[in-house]
C-alpha cells in the first residue's frame, strides 16, 4: 500500500480510507499495510502503527491484511536493536493481522553469512508468541537480502511464517524456492511484474508489487485467470511488464499524482526523495489510459475507480 499524506506532511486518513477502498475494488484479496511504498522508513513507529491499525479497521476483515515494522532504515542484527525489533513487532500482537512480516535485510548485516541471519531469526522466534504468524519480506532499502532455499527450508519447519514477498525476479531462483516451499502453509507473493506469469505457473500464490497501486484489477484477472485463458494471460503480462516500467520512473511521485489526478487521494506529497526522472519511451499516465480501457473492455472489467 501506499500511504497518502496531508498538504502539511501528515498521514491522510480520509484518503487512505478511498484507497483501502480502491485496492479492494480492484479485486486485491489482501493487502500490505506497511512496506516500502508506504514510505515506511520516514514514518515515526507510532505513525506505522497507527496506519496499520487504521487500516486493519478500514478493511475490518474482508481480506487478511499483512504488514511489516520498521525502528530504524540500519541493519537490526546487533542483541540491542534484535531487542528493539521484538518490542515493536510485540505492539502488533493483538492487532489481528495475519502476519507481521519481517524484513531479511534486519536479521543479518550485508556482509554476515545465511547462517548469522537464521541464529537471529531463531534468536527473535524464542521471543514472540508462537501464536502470532510471520512473513519475510525481502526488502530492497537498506540493502536487499535475497533468502535462498535453505534459509526457506529452515523457515518453513519453524512452522511459524506464512507470507513470503518476493524481490529476486529471478524465474530461476523463484523455482528453486518453491520447491524449498512446496507443501506448506508458507506462500511465496512475487513482486516483479516480468517474471511473475512464469512464477504463477510454476506455483506461487499471487502477487505483491508496485504495480498493484496502478491497476490492481489487472494483475488480480491475471492471478485468476492464467490457467484458464493462456493466451489472454501471455498478453496482458506483456503489457503489465511495459506498465511497469512507466510506475517505476519517479516512485512513489508519479503514482501519487496520477491517484491525486483521479481524486482518490488528496495530494501527491511524499516524504521519500524523489528523483526527477523523465518519463521513459515516450509513457506517461495520461497517454496509456486508452490501452487500459481497452483491456478493460477485454477483460469485461470495471475501473475500481467507477466501482467506489
Known amino acids: 500500500m501506499l500511504t497518502p499524506f496531508n498538504a502539511d506532511g501528515g498521514v491522510d ?60 532504515r540500519g541493519e537490526l542484527s ?52 508462537p501464536q502470532l504468524h510471520l512473513g519475510l519480506y525481502e526488502c530492497p532499502d537498506p540493502y536487499k537480502r535475497i533468502v535462498n532455499p535453505e534459509v526457506l527450508s529452515w523457515a518453513r519447519k519453524t512452522g511459524r511464517f506464512y507470507f513470503l514477498k518476493d524481490t529476486c525476479c529471478s524465474s530461476v ?49 491475471l492471478c485468476h485467470h492464467f490457467e484458464d485463458s493462456p493466451q489472454l494471460a501471455e498478453e496482458l503480462s506483456g503489457f503489465l511488464t511495459r506498465l511497469n516500467m512507466l510506475i517505476g520512473v519517479r516512485y512513489p511521485a508519479g503514482i501519487k499524482e496520477y491517484l491525486k489526478g483521479s481524486g482518490l487521494i488528496g495530494t501527491s506529497r511524499c516524504r521519500v526523495s524523489v528523483k526527477n526522472e523523465p518519463d521513459i519511451e515516450g509513457l506517461t499516465y495520461g497517454g496509456i489510459q486508452s490501452e487500459i480501457l481497452k483491456w478493460e473492455e ?11
Open 298 to 308: 477485454r477483460l469485461a472489467l470495471p475501473s475500481p475507480l467507477s466501482v467506489i
Open 78 to 129: 546487533g542483541s540491542a536493536s534484535l531487542r528493539q525489533y521484538v518490542d515493536t513487532i510485540r505492539e502488533l500482537v493483538d492487532a489481528d493481522l495475519a502476519a507481521v512480516v519481517v524484513l531479511t535485510n534486519q536479521l543479518a548485516n550485508a556482509d554476515e553469512s545465511d547462517d548469522a541471519l537464521m541464529q537471529n531469526g531463531e534468536a527473535l522466534l524464542t521471543r514472540l508468541d
Open 173 to 221: 531462483q523463484i523455482r528453486a524456492k518453491l520447491e524449498s516451499l512446496a507443501g506448506s502453509h508458507f506462500r511465496l507473493y512475487n513482486a516483479h511484474t516480468g517474471t511473475l506469469l512464469g512464477s504463477l505457473r510454476d506455483g506461487a500464490y499471487g502477487y505483491s508489487g508496485v504495480g498493484a497501486n496502478y491497476v490492481p484489477h489487472l494483475y488480480a484477472w
Open 13 to 72: 486518513e480520509d484518503s487512505c480510507e478511498r484507497l483501502v477502498e480502491w485496492y479492494l475494488a480492484g479485486g486485491c484479496s489482501g493487502l500490505f499495510a506497511n512496506c516500502l511504498s508506504s514510505e515506511m522508513y520516514d514514518l515515526s513507529l507510532e505513525e506505522q502503527m497507527k496506519l496499520i491499525r487504521f487500516v486493519q479497521r478500514r478493511v475490518a476483515g474482508r481480506v487478511p491484511v499483512v504488514a511489516s515494522v520498521a525502528p530504524g
